[in-house]
């Protein structure tokens, strides 16, 4: 009587060998589903059960890594410089362990219709273009071979620009086609680059590119291959000053949706840099051939200090979050050109507290538009008393956009400045403190604004209440945890550390 | 359980708790913090130590516990219970949980072991204690509050600098014995200095407490600058350079104390001119002058927000504290009045009371140091501290010409706050026993010796003779309403006011310069703003042709950066 | 010299990408910067067929023939690797996607805007967020 | 120099005798006890006492002196500062209403 148990047991445990896979397939076929169902909630159901599944799948699998190291898929059975590879090693993991997370945050709770230029009986392809979004994300995170990697890449993009899209301003039309013509040209630039390193080795695997580059060490279409790819990746994570399409389309995409793009669609961006930078090129190519620190360290410094003096001057809460995270990419590209393995420690734990922080900040707006339904500053005063808990969730946020001890943001900061300081860049590690300094500015003027001003007559910031509990639980959720690892940095900081030391060879 | 958290955490964790609460269970929760606290400090032996590594090869001594900073943690949860007493009538909640939180980072700071973690707290209690100004919420407080946080942050800035860099030169991030000799250590005692209220660095002091609320100054008047005296017997006991500095502290602010209206000013240039007596402490260094310091910081704590609460109290009722407006008011408010000389006789150290036993400590020590003018200096400085403390904060407030004011009794909860606030400065000063035993060096000292008592009572009592000699020849000076520049002055309007008549010239220059200065933030503010804010040009997203162009051209730009 | 001329067709991919970007950059109305796009896909798709063809090649099929044989069979033979022209086929189904998309979002923008031109449109954003300034 | 009253009222007076006789039992203790004392200058008959005499009156003076150079009118730190009005109320949230109204008053 038991057979039948058994042979679910069993079948479960063949199917665990498919895990690498089911977390690119399961969204992928989530996607169309939702869009037949034509039924809102069903398609929330849908869209979210995937994204919980495949978030579980990822925490199975990144258990399997730290434990086996890498797990590869070899996709039809085909072995890999052949046949397409999934390979998860930690870096990558790491991140889809991120993308995955958020989209199980964002997708089931509540959306909020008035963010919507969707007729309410079609929010069911919102579902639909969600799961196709981290379906593509995540197939970028995980695949092993770099043509894959485009593909998905387009994939998430193009979902990308429909959910910007889907805001109900009609700016948000006009912000989804520029983030599509200049996604597109990043995008094109990715392509020539995969090309011509095809051109030159004959192979798309990572792995095998790795190795076979070694050959060609001296050919200068490896150079204008790597400068196509680093631009490409450039623009497609809004590295100062190739940003200009990302201030609009978060400001004018739906908050959730400004949520999950600003959690997951850069941070898989930067991961996509660190592979070609570190695993496909090398670190030594990279920087002594490619003098990669010679323009990512001033443009990563302009990021932090245009992307937050910018920040200070928005008068909407959303543009103001969106020129902090092109600051906070600067954070992330500076670990990167710090050429350190604090620094690339620092750039890639900022990716993780950056997800945390912005994720939770941009549903946390959420919360305030759908109670509020501005999204100017202005139109916050006093909402601190009739919104505790949701602008106490900002002051979180905002305290680990500063680097405030205690918070995530402190355990990124410090690395980044172990790192420079390493690297004998005090001038540097100088300017990044300095920068956290314009931060207590733009988050001043949140906190100012709704603690310390006095609503004006008759605004509704004087009557709202404070947000359901649904949509507040997922922003206090991220809130705790920028705490949590802001205190207890083994898990963030040390996957980190080791996934550094893996990309710069460095592992022990 | 105890040991898991560091000691004071608890009071923060509970001031941000405290926010959501309400009515008689918050008041409650208020009050149980720092006994819980104490009873925490009282559970942990000395030695007690609690490491944290956040990151590999970073090892930080969260917590730990020996005799110099028990008997700070002592005090400082005993002024957080007085304080939350005083302010239970308060209905500003912000103000309460700001100012528990407030002490318990700086009782958290006391236990730090290492340098990071202290600036952690340091930063903290910078933050925490703002609130306390703001929460006055005037246009003037504001400003202040700026002010205020500037420089506190300008220290745990200098802070942080000073521990990395001492961090590169030995490779330590321990907080032990400094001492001075190499820039990272000397940037960490300016650090401390600001907090400490240096000559110079003493501006934000009587700039900031008198503008905080009535509640506030009593919170602010025990931690920060007690913190850093802390901070100083803890690395740089023993250093000479200490001597001068304190005595520089304990002489200068008696003078502009005579003068000054606001009472709540005074109090601000007497707190400054006790706490040189405690850097003077330091500076000597010897176990007894350490154990001087930190028994007078012990009483000094107490007094010192007695004197606050009792100017709070004529705030908070009569509205005004300046000594040209006040009189008489013990006529309607005896038991604030009372409160008020009790806390005046403790500082100014009369026999019996808590000034007393712990004063002569460090004078003591100056003696047997044979610092001779040291010593005369401490003397004189005491009979500055009766005139401004002893007799004008007294006198001008409840006796005096009579102003007609009168203001009902203080709340009861402030009669409570500063009735436990006096029985302590008796007290202390008849069974100075417990104390003795709590300070770090063993005791071997007997204040009350006849000589002791009969010319230190010299002192005061000829000095309450010439007050009243003064008085009667109508040589006292008379309260006016005015603003008295100190050395907040240089920050807050550095301008040779008096520059007329030192020299027109200098003003002129000075002038031209503030004025380019003001005219060139200005323009970099207004060009910033044209820039920034929407819909200036980089305040908004370029449009989609120029966006392509700038990834063309860094493409270019790159490659070409490549080959050449 | 020869050896730049002999790779013509990649410099007619590069004239044609940069007919592409030109557009992109220059045009104000949305379907020419479209069409832009499109041109810089083509460019791309015709970079990889052109680089897939191999002259004095043949196809890397596991031979049971000696090294010198294979290099006779393959003389004179112009070979295609069909990889990238698989890959080009994905290529292709993207930029068509990305073309109806971004043509979609034009006609929305010309729906709600009343027009396709971006300096029309940019100028009506501007007006609307100088508006929303003055309301302050 | 309003304050000083010229007539003392008896309550005062009877303090002002206290004052006096401590004084007079203090100077003759000067020369009943040892004192110990640790440095040359103390055993100087009556040190401390015409120390702490002389002390004061020097404060006195010296702060007297200093009010020509230090003070200022009340708003001398306001009046520059006029045109950085907050959005912030002015009215002074720690003071019981009831005072703030009669601090109101006068102040008209």
Known sequence: MFAPLADWASSLEALTEHFPVLVVVLPMLAAPLCFLVRHANLARAIGGLAAVA??????????????????????????????????????????????????????????????????????????????????????????????????????SSLSAYTLVAIGSERRALMSAFSYLTMGTIGGLFFLIGVGMLYQMTGTLNIVDLSERLA?????????????????????????FPLHQWLPNAYTFAPPKVSAFLAATATKVAFYVMLRVIFTIFGRERSFEQMNLDRILLPLSVAAMFMGSIAAIYQLNIKRLLAYSSIAQIGYMTLGISLNSESGLVGGIVHLFNHAVMKGGLFLAVACILFRLGSVKIEDMRG???????????????????????????????????????????????????????????????????????????????????EAPLAMLLPVWLLALASLWFGISTDHSAGIARLAAQQLLGTAP | MFEAVPPGLFLVLGGVLALFLRGSLRSAVLIALPILGAVQLALLPNGFSMQWQPFEGYLFEVVRVDALSRVFGYVFYLAALISVIFSLHVKDTMQQSAGIAYAGSGVAALFAGDLVTLFVWWELTAVTSVFLILARRTDR?????????????????????????????????????????????????VAFGIKAAFPLLNGWLQDAYPEATATGSVWLSSFTTKLAIYALARGYAGTEILIPIGCVMTVFPVFFAVIENDLRRVLAYSLNNQLGFMVVGIGIGTELALNGTAAHAFAHILYKSLLFMAMGAVLYRAGT???????????????????????????????????????????????????????????????????????????????????????????????????????????????????????????????????????????????????????????????????????????????????????????????????????????????????????????????????????????????????? | MSAYLGLWHYHACIVLMMVGLFAVISRQHLVKKILGLTITQVSVIMFFVAMGKVRDGTAPILATMEAEAVATAARDVDYSNPIPHVLMLTAIVVGVATNALGLSFVVRIKASYGSAEEDEILAADHETSKRESAAL | MTSNESSIPGSARKWLRVLFATCAVLVVADFVFDKHPHFGFEKLPLFHAWFGFAAFAFIVAVGALLRFVVARSEDYYERHNGSQRSAMPSEDAEVEPEAREAEDHRRV
């Open chain 2, 321 to 564: 504290v300046k000594a040209s407006e006040l009189g008489g008011l013990y006529k309607s408010m005896p038991w604030t009045a009372t409160f008020c000389i009790i806390g005046a006789a403790a500082i100014s150290a009369f026999p019996l009371f808590s000034g007393f036993t712990s004063k002569s400590m460090i004078l003591s020590a100056a003696a047997e140091g044979h610092h001779d003018v040291v010593f005369l200096i401490l003397l004189f400085a005491s009979a500055g501290v009766l005139e401004h403390s002893g007799i004008k904060i007294p006198y001008f407030a409840f006796f005096a010409h009579d102003s007609g004011k009168r203001p009902k009794e203080a709340p009861k909860n402030m009669l409570v706050a500063m009735g436990i606030a006096a029985a302590l400065c008796i007290g202390l000063g008849v069974f100075y026993g417990p104390l003795y035993a709590l300070l770090p060096y063993r005791v071997d000292y007997t204040p009350y010796t006849m000589a002791h008592i009969v010319t230190q009572l010299q002192l005061l009592v000829f000095a309450i003779l010439a007050f009243l000699v003064l008085q009667k020849l109508r040589l006292y000076p008379s309260e006016r309403r005015a603003t008295i520049l100190g050395a907040d002055w240089f920050y807050r309007r550095p301008l040779p006011a008096i520059g007329v008549r030192v020299g027109i010239a200098c003003a002129f220059v000075y002038l031209t310069l503030v004025g380019m200065a003001a005219a060139i933030t200005r323009r970099v503010g207004h060009v910033l703003r044209k820039l920034y804010q929407p819909p200036g040009p980089l305040g908004e997203p370029w449009p989609t042709g120029p966006a392509a162009l700038v990834a063309a051209i860094l493409l270019v730009v790159y490659l070409v950066s490549v080959y050449v």
């Open chain 1, 215 to 239: 050959d060609v060490s001296s050919v200068r279409t490896l150079s204008v291959a790597f400068a196509m790819l680093f631009i490409g990746l450039s623009i497609k994570l809004a590295v």
């Open chain 1, 383 to 465: 909402l601190g008393r009739r919104m505790p808990w949701t602008m106490g969730a900002v002051l979180i946020f905002g305290l680990g956009l500063i680097g405030v001890p205690g918070t995530v943001g402190f355990v990124s900061k410090w690395y980044l400045v172990v790192g420079a300081i390493e690297r004998d860049l005090h001038v540097v590690a100088f300017l990044t403190l300095v920068s956290s300094l314009l931060a207590v500015v733009y988050v001043w003027r949140l906190v100012e604004v709704a603690w310390f001003s006095k609503a004006s007559e008759g605004s509704s910031a004087q009557t709202v209440r």
């Open chain 2, 141 to 189: 407080a504001t400003r202040t509050a700026l002010r205020y946080l500037v420089v506190q942050v300008l220290s745990g800035v200098l802070l942080l600098a000073g521990t990395l860099l001492h961090y590169g030169e030995t490779g330590s991030l321990a907080f032990g014995a400094l001492g001075l000799g190499s820039l990272g250590r000397d940037l960490i005692f």
């Open chain 1, 54 to 155: 495949c978030f579980a799948m990822v925490v199975q699998l990144l258990g399997r890594v730290l434990d086996e190291g890498v797990v590869s898929y070899r996709l039809g059975g085909w072995p890999p410089p052949l046949g397409i590879e999934y390979r998860y090693d930690l870096i990558n993991t790491f991140v889809a362990l991120i993308v995955s997370a958020m989209a199980a945050i964002v997708i089931p709770f509540g959306q909020n219709p008035r963010a919507f230029a969707v007729p309410p009986g079609r929010h069911n392809v919102v579902y639909a273009v969600y799961a196709l979004c981290a379906a593509g994300l995540l197939g970028m995170t995980v695949t092993g071979d770099l043509f894959n990697i485009y593909v998905f890449l387009e994939i």
